[in-house]
């Protein structure tokens, strides 16, 4: 099968390729030069000349709070291109399966959040990927939309490798406690994606590990299970803060759990706790700055 994966270098479109390799899949995986999705009026036209069978969309603009300042930027390629890469798998007769958030909500509820649930987001960034959301519906009804939340991996920028440096370092971690939510390591994520094409799904599905937790109870797990992993932790504790002593541009979801009942019933997928992934995750990254 020929699978176009965007955003591959990212932190879950890393994974995807890696396991579409693995599964013998022919996978492309082009750069921006090859690829600019902050040029939607060329994506729909390079990706025909591409011809896939899937079209796997991890790419996404998240900066979370500069979208605020760059709604255009967000919505380019958030909605603009993410609508693009769906009339294009139309025309190519292909499948799509599109990377969403929990940011499409607005945290007010005290139970996780299910695919029929209302979106309400809360700023730019959210609204920018709900919109792609439904561009995509639009132009594929049959698209695989895929949410998750609070991502993390051994690659790139993320909440995981931001406190193990600053708490290799020595640094004190103040860290926002009231804000609940489930860490996801992209590698699960990944294996989610695996699935739901192999089952030929179509729809909407929530993704995330099992379990939710705080940013603050987070970061405490993150060192204790980096000191197991032997990392030098220098930081011993997490100092909890609330989200107004900690102001953003961009407001988030005081509660970001999403339900993965339906995943789990039609795929009969095993989703991880968070903490064990967590303890996966820094046992792999420990191994690859090491080695």
């Not at 994974?15 to 600019?36: F, K, N, W, Y």
């Not at 939607?40 to 991890?58: A, F, G, K, M, Y």
């Not at 009231?178 to 294996?191: C, F, K, L, V, Y």
């Not at 339906?262 to 995750?281: C, F, N, Y």
Request: hydrophobic fraction near 40%.
């Amino acid at each position: 099968m020929r699978v176009l994966v965007t955003g591959a270098t990212g932190q879950v479109g890393s994974e995807v390729v890696t396991a579409m390799h693995r599964l013998g899949h022919d996978v492309i995986a082009p750069d921006r030069s090859g690829l600019d999705l902050m040029q939607p009026s060329q994506v729909e036209h390079r990706v025909t000349l591409l011809v896939p069978d899937w079209i796997i969309n991890c790419a996404a603009y998240t900066q979370v709070d500069r979208a605020e300042s760059e709604p255009e930027q967000a919505n380019t390629v958030n909605r603009d291109s993410a609508a693009a890469l769906a009339r294009a798998a139309a025309t190519c007769n292909a499948r799509l399966l599109h990377v969403s958030t929990d940011f499409v909500f607005d945290g007010s509820q005290s139970r996780p959040y299910r695919e029929d649930d209302t979106p309400n987001p809360l700023g730019v960034y959210g609204r920018s990927k709900l919109e792609g959301e439904q561009a995509v519906r639009d132009a594929l009804p049959d698209a695989v939309i895929l949410r998750t939340a609070w991502v993390y991996g051994v690659h790139g920028h993320n909440f995981v490798r931001t406190m193990l440096r600053l708490a290799c370092e020595g640094r004190p971690l103040r860290v926002v406690d009231d804000q609940t939510g489930s860490p996801t390591w992209a590698h699960d994520i990944a294996g989610a994606i695996t699935a739901l094409l192999q089952a030929g799904a179509a729809g909407l599905f929530h993704y995330t590990s099992a379990g939710s937790v705080s940013w603050c109870d987070f970061a405490g797990a993150i060192l204790s299970e980096a000191a197991q992993a032997g990392f030098d932790i220098r930081t011993q504790t997490v100092e909890p803060i609330t989200t107004a002593d900690y102001p953003t541009p961009a407001r988030r979801p005081a509660y970001s759990v999403l339900d993965t009942g339906k995943i789990q019933a039609e795929l009969g997928l095993s989703i991880p706790a968070w903490r064990d992934s967590l303890v996966t995750m820094l046992g792999e990254l420990y191994r690859c700055e090491t080695s």
